[in-house]
């Protein structure tokens, strides 16, 4: 118990000494600084460079170098020299060329072909019988019959004379045996080929023919 409590008193008596010192050196700092304060001049800003006389003549003379921009436009850009304005030839008055008149073309009139049913009375007249005579036309629808393919086969050619030529070769029976229907259109089929050229025309006649090749079939049946 003894020991302890001397321990405690050496301690703290360490303490009191350590704090005594402790202000005593803080005190001696603050006397310092304020001493070093009061010796130190006050600072002065530092002087400005003065500029010698040389440089000065030197910016002087930049300056007074220093090209205008007018000087600098004529020595660096070139001069654009003013153009003359072209002179276009005069241009003459073009007349309009007149093309020739193309004449309408006449219409083409194809045959109406109406003609009235066939008959055989002239061979009545000549003395054949009724059977007789229908069986003289019963042999002109053969030939007709016959010859149907070979002017078509003409007509897909254009071939006029050929189509002429089978026409006429019936015509003659055609006629000999009766009038109207057949008869009379084989007749102006055959005129038309001898001069006509409009194979619109010729090719109108071939139906006609065709159309009342039928009629007389149905007739004479």
Do not use: C
């Not at 010796?39 to 010698?52: A, F, H, L, R, V």
């Not at 000999?176 to 084989?186: A, F, K, V």
């Amino acid at each position: 118990m003894t020991a302890w409590l001397i321990t405690s008193i050496f301690i703290i008596i360490l303490s009191i000494v350590i704090y005594i010192e402790y202000k005593n050196k803080k005190k001696i700092r603050l006397k310092d600084q304020k001493d070093t304060k009061e010796t130190t001049p006050p600072s002065t800003p530092s002087p400005e460079k003065e500029i010698k006389p040389t440089e000065e003549k030197k910016q002087t003379k930049l300056l007074e170098e220093k090209p205008d921009e007018d000087t600098l436009e004529e020595k660096f850009i070139p001069k654009v020299e003013e153009t003359k304005p072209v002179e276009l030839p005069e241009v003459k008055e073009v007349k309009p060329v007149e093309l020739p008149k193309v004449e309408e073309a006449e219409p083409i009139h194809l045959p109406e072909a109406n003609y009235p049913s066939f008959d055989h009375s002239r061979l009545i007249d000549m003395g054949l019988s009724e059977e007789d005579a229908k069986e003289f036309v019963r042999e002109l629808i053969l030939q007709i019959q016959t010859q149907l393919p070979l002017i078509k086969e003409a007509l897909d050619i254009s071939d006029f004379h050929r189509m002429e030529e089978l026409i006429h070769s019936i015509k003659g029976s055609a006629t000999n045996l009766g009038t109207g229907g057949i008869s009379d259109l084989i007749v102006d089929y055959d005129t038309y080929l001898k001069t006509g050229t409009e194979l619109a025309i010729v090719e109108a006649y071939f139906e006609h023919l065709n159309h009342y090749y039928e009629k007389l079939k149905e007739q004479y049946s």
